[in-house]
């Protein structure tokens, strides 16, 4: 990642942190859930964003599909379209359920910085983590149903770590 993806990632974070605050956590969830989709869909419409877009967030990753060959971009960007339309299913229900039980409990939205700050610092790093394993493994991965295969591998254990963590602070 360069110092242009940081910056870029740093602004989402704030803009979710300001989002969850005045909007509160239901509508914030729904606003990305349609974010998600109509990026999934302007994807599937326009092959040649997917390009630039994965050149201007992480340059290093582009580089090695690059080498791969178009074959191995190809697949890698239908199988990053059908994520983005499963994030924006799950997202979306995630946001219909807090949503009802906003209306039905009377729950504050607001959260503090010094609540959300570790949490997004652990965040953020992980994500610099995933993001030099995620280079590595495609560099190694010979077609991008292994190199799939190894992400998912590497997601799940991720996750597992970041569940344990957020365990340990809440």
């Given at each position: 990642?360069?110092?242009?993806?940081?910056?870029?990632?740093?602004?989402?974070?704030?803009?979710?942190?300001?989002?969850?605050?005045?909007?509160?956590?239901?509508?914030?969830i729904?606003?990305?859930?349609?974010?998600?989709?109509?990026?999934?869909?302007?994807?599937?419409?326009?092959?040649e964003?997917?390009d630039?877009?994965?050149?201007?967030?992480?340059p290093?990753?582009?580089?090695?599909?690059?080498?791969?060959?178009t074959?191995?971009?190809?697949?890698?960007?239908?199988?990053?379209?059908?994520?983005y339309?499963?994030?924006?299913?799950?997202?979306?229900?995630?946001?219909?359920?807090?949503?009802?039980?906003?209306?039905?409990f009377?729950?504050?939205?607001?959260?503090?910085l010094?609540?959300?700050?570790?949490?997004?610092?652990?965040?953020?790093?992980v994500?610099f983590?995933?993001?030099?394993?995620?280079?590595?493994?495609?560099?190694?991965?010979?077609?991008a149903?292994?190199?799939?295969?190894?992400n998912?591998?590497?997601?799940?254990?991720?996750a597992?770590?970041?569940?344990?963590?957020?365990?340990?602070?809440?």
């Amino acid at each position: 990642m360069n110092l242009r993806a940081i910056s870029i990632s740093a602004l989402l974070l704030l803009m979710i942190f300001l989002m969850y605050n005045i909007l509160g956590v239901g509508t914030t969830i729904l606003i990305f859930a349609i974010i998600f989709l109509a990026w999934a869909v302007l994807l599937s419409i326009k092959p040649e964003y997917y390009d630039k877009f994965l050149s201007f967030m992480n340059p290093g990753l582009y580089c090695v599909y690059k080498e791969k060959g178009t074959d191995f971009i190809r697949k890698k960007r239908r199988i990053d379209i059908i994520g983005y339309y499963i994030i924006s299913v799950v997202t979306g229900l995630n946001a219909f359920m807090q949503i009802k039980l906003r209306d039905k409990f009377d729950i504050s939205s607001s959260f503090s910085l010094i609540e959300i700050l570790p949490f997004a610092i652990v965040v953020v790093v992980v994500i610099f983590i995933i993001n030099y394993i995620c280079i590595l493994i495609a560099k190694k991965s010979k077609t991008a149903d292994e190199d799939l295969t190894w992400n998912i591998i590497v997601g799940i254990i991720f996750a597992i770590i970041l569940i344990g963590f957020i365990s340990l602070i809440f």
